[in-house]
C-alpha cells in the first residue's frame, strides 16, 4: 500500500495544483465582473441558476462560487432569496468539468503545460491569465495519468477489496467515501476524476462508481459550512440550503442507482463517460426538482435559522 501512496499524491497534487492554477487565471480573465454578474442577473430563481451555472463553467469550481456566494451574502449584497437559484446553478455547472475530463484529450496535456508556461513571462496580464489556464489544464490531465497508473495494483489491496470490490459492497461505503475525500480534498472534481480512472481501468462497478459521485455532492458541503462558520444569518441560511439540497438529492437518487446506471450504459460503452453522464443526470434533475421550490426552501431556511 505505502508503494502505492506516492504516485497516487503526485498525481493528486498535480489535479489539484492545476485546478488551482486554472482557477487563477480565469478569476483573473473574469476580474471583478464575477461579483457583478452574480448580483445582478440573480433577481429570480431561474435566473440566478442559469447564472450560477455559467459562472461555476466559467471558474470551473462550483466550492468557489459557493463561497464568493456565501461572502455576498453575508456583505449583504446578495439577498438570501438570490443565492438558492445560484447554489442550484454551481450542481450544474460542476459537471462541465467532469465532461471535460471526460473527452480524454490527455495527447494534449504536455504541449498544454508547455505553451502556457512559455507565456508567464509576457507582459499582457490577459496573456498571463490564459498561460496560468492553460498550465494548470495541462496539470490536471498529467495528473489525471499518474492517479490512472496505481488502479490496476491498488485493487489488490486490503483496504480497497474490503471496501469497495465485494459484491455485496454496500453503496453507503461509496457513498461515504465520496463524502470523505471530497471534504478532505474540497474538490469534488479531483474524486470524480479518480472514480472515472478507477473506472477506465475496469476495478469498479458502474453502481459503486456512481454511489462514489453522488457522495461527493455530499461532501462539497463542507466547503459552504466552513466558509460560513462566524457570518450572518444569511451566510448561514445560504450554507444549510447547500447541505439540506445536496443530502436530499443523494437520498432520492440513492434507490435509482441500477436505474441510472442502465441509462448512462445505454448512452455510452466508456466506463469513465458512464460516470461524467450520471454525475451530469444526477444534478440537472435534482437542480430542477428544486428549482420550483426555492422560495418555500428560503422560508424554511429563515424559519431554521433566525436573525
Same mark, same amino acid.
Request: net charge positive; hydrophobic share 55%.
Given at each position: ?235 448561514? +441560511?445560504? =450554507? ?5 439540497? @445536496? !443530502?436530499?438529492?443523494? $437520498? %432520492?437518487? #440513492? *434507490? &435509482?442507482? /441500477? ?14 463517460? +458512464?460516470? =461524467? ?5 444526477? @444534478? !440537472?434533475?435534482?437542480? $430542477? %426538482?428544486? #428549482? *420550483? &421550490?426555492? /422560495? ?12
Amino acid at each position: 500500500m505505502a508503494s502505492l501512496a506516492l504516485p497516487l499524491l503526485a498525481g493528486l497534487g498535480l489535479f489539484l495544483g492545476g485546478m488551482y492554477l486554472m482557477r487563477l487565471g480565469l478569476f483573473a480573465l473574469a476580474g471583478d465582473n464575477l461579483h457583478r454578474w452574480l448580483v445582478r442577473f440573480t433577481k429570480t430563481p431561474t435566473r440566478g441558476m442559469i447564472t450560477g451555472t455559467l459562472v461555476t463553467m466559467l471558474v470551473q469550481s462550483s466550492s468557489a462560487v459557493s463561497v464568493v456566494t456565501i461572502g455576498l451574502a453575508n456583505a449583504r449584497l446578495l439577498s438570501f432569496p438570490q443565492t438558492i437559484g445560484i447554489i442550484l446553478g454551481t450542481n450544474i455547472g460542476t459537471t462541465f468539468t467532469t465532461q471535460l475530463i471526460a473527452l480524454n484529450p490527455q495527447k494534449l496535456a504536455l504541449p498544454m503545460f508547455i505553451v502556457g508556461c512559455s507565456v508567464l513571462w509576457m507582459r499582457s496580464q490577459v496573456i498571463k491569465a490564459i498561460g496560468m489556464s492553460l498550465s494548470g489544464f495541462g496539470c490536471v490531465f498529467l495528473g489525471i495519468q499518474m492517479m490512472q497508473m496505481v488502479a490496476e495494483p491498488l485493487q489488490h489491496t486490503s483496504f480497497f477489496l474490503s471496501s469497495l470490490a465485494k459484491p455485496d459492497s454496500s453503496y453507503f461505503n461509496g457513498i461515504f467515501l465520496g463524502a470523505m475525500f471530497t471534504a478532505l480534498l474540497h474538490s469534488s472534481s479531483a474524486v470524480t476524476a479518480m472514480t472515472m480512472g478507477f473506472m477506465n481501468e475496469n476495478i469498479l462497478t458502474l453502481g459503486m462508481g456512481i454511489a462514489i459521485v453522488l457522495g461527493s455532492n455530499v461532501g462539497t458541503c463542507v466547503t459552504a459550512i466552513m466558509a460560513a462558520i462566524g457570518g450572518n444569518a444569511e451566510a448561514k +441560511q445560504v =450554507a444549510w440550503v447547500h447541505v439540506v439540497l @445536496n !443530502v436530499a438529492g443523494v $437520498l %432520492l437518487f #440513492l *434507490p &435509482f442507482i /441500477h436505474p441510472l446506471g442502465a441509462l448512462v450504459i445505454w448512452l455510452t460503452t466508456d466506463p469513465a463517460v +458512464q460516470i =461524467a453522464h450520471a454525475q451530469t443526470l444526477f @444534478n !440537472v434533475i435534482c437542480s $430542477l %426538482l428544486a #428549482l *420550483p &421550490f426555492a /422560495h418555500w426552501l428560503a422560508r424554511a431556511a429563515q424559519y431554521c435559522i433566525r436573525k
